[in-house]
């Protein structure tokens, strides 16, 4: 029963992102999304908390990231999160490519209230999740071991230290939540938004590991993700 509300009011989070864009063009949509995804970035490096110095190390070595400049949170009892954004992955010179675009769904079950806007940042600390995300879309967790820390003032982030995970996540947000963490979240390919941006056949795994396709407005974004 808990499962089944989970997916219908994730569908309602789905239905509402797309009634909110379906007004917009698909590829001013993904350019906002990049130019989004580029301040969120920038957010994350030029605060001092003991978090954000986390975020900047933990991008050092990445071998990616995944950037929701404007997941929404909502619940009552039923919890549900949605978001659109970007995935941007080094090459094996250390560069980093151009983004992919994804949306997240993620759903919980509990004693949880409240709604909330926030930027997530997922830092891919190894190959192996990469290439999850890339060839097989779906969950978070399982055999991807992640961990979710909180950038925010009075708000600690000591689960981020977890050396061993493949998936370091890290969010600022307002609002007032209380509940689920992205254990279980959904990723999904958004190819409607990387063919607008880029053309015919782009796909996440075109883009990312193929390496077919640019585009010079994500430029900055790279460059932000670039830690001297």
Known sequence: MAKAFTWVFLGFVALGLSACA?????????????????????????RNDEPDQAFRAALKDASGIVIFPG?????????????????VAR??????GYPAFYTLGAGSFGLQVGA???????????????????????KL??????????VGAGIGAATTTNVGADIVGFAHGAGVYAGASL????????????QAYYGKGATPQTIVFDQRFANPQADPLRLSLAIN
């Open 22 to 46: 379906k007004n917009i063009p698909l590829k001013s949509e993904a350019e906002a999304l990049v130019d989004q995804a580029r301040w969120t970035v920038e957010m994350f490096k030029e």
């Open 71 to 87: 997941a929404v949170k909502g619940a009552f009892i039923v919890g549900a999160e949605g978001g659109n954004g970007v995935l």
């Open 91 to 96: 090459d094996d010179t250390g560069v980093w």
């Open 116 to 138: 909330q806007s926030s930027e997530i940042v997922l830092v891919l600390r190894t190959q192996k999740a990469l290439q999850a995300i890339i060839n097989n879309q779906g």
């Open 141 to 150: 967790g399982g055999n991807i071991q992640m961990t979710m820390g909180q």
């Open 183 to 194: 254990e279980g979240a959904v990723l999904a390919r958004r190819n409607d938004l990387n």
